[in-house]
């Protein structure tokens, strides 16, 4: 079975790498153009400084993750700002995830550390400028 499904887990974690980073952009995009709009969400009304940085940094890092330029840094700074996330806007509600509906960032926290220390993979920038070899497992 690890013939089977290990045969294809770089084409998968490229596949996995791509979709989080695109709906991590869409936070972003979200925060700073209202695009997609948020269903039931009422309009108007300018967002504070610190929702803008993090809109940015959505926005920007997880186009990059996307199609995987300079994924370890970018990574890391995504997966510190979905930790800053955390910390300050869910975990003073309650002390689980699944309680303060912080389940999502602490989700992308992880996933972009993973990233970070994984680099982009095949299917990405990085790869095709040379600029990390692709992590490769084996049995």
């Given at each position: 079975m690890a013939e089977l499904i290990g045969r294809f887990s770089a084409q998968v974690f490229a596949i996995l790498r791509i979709v989080t980073g695109l709906m991590f952009a869409m936070h972003g995009s979200q925060k700073l153009l209202q695009f997609p709009p948020q269903s039931g969400a009422g309009g108007g009304g300018g967002l504070p400084p610190m929702m803008i940085v993090a809109g940015v940094i959505e926005l920007v890092c997880g186009l990059l993750i996307a199609v995987g330029f300079f994924t370890g840094i970018v990574a890391l700074l995504a997966s510190g700002e979905m930790a800053?996330?955390?910390?300050?806007?869910?975990?003073?509600?309650?002390?689980?995830?699944?309680?303060?509906?912080g389940e999502l960032a602490v989700v992308y926290?992880?996933?972009?550390?993973f990233v970070a220390a994984h680099g982009a993979g095949i299917w990405s920038l990085d790869n095709a400028l040379g600029r990390r070899t692709p992590v490769v497992t084996t049995v």
């Open positions: 800053v996330a955390y910390f300050t806007v869910h975990a003073h509600n309650a002390f689980w995830p699944i309680q303060n509906q926290c992880f996933l972009w550390l």
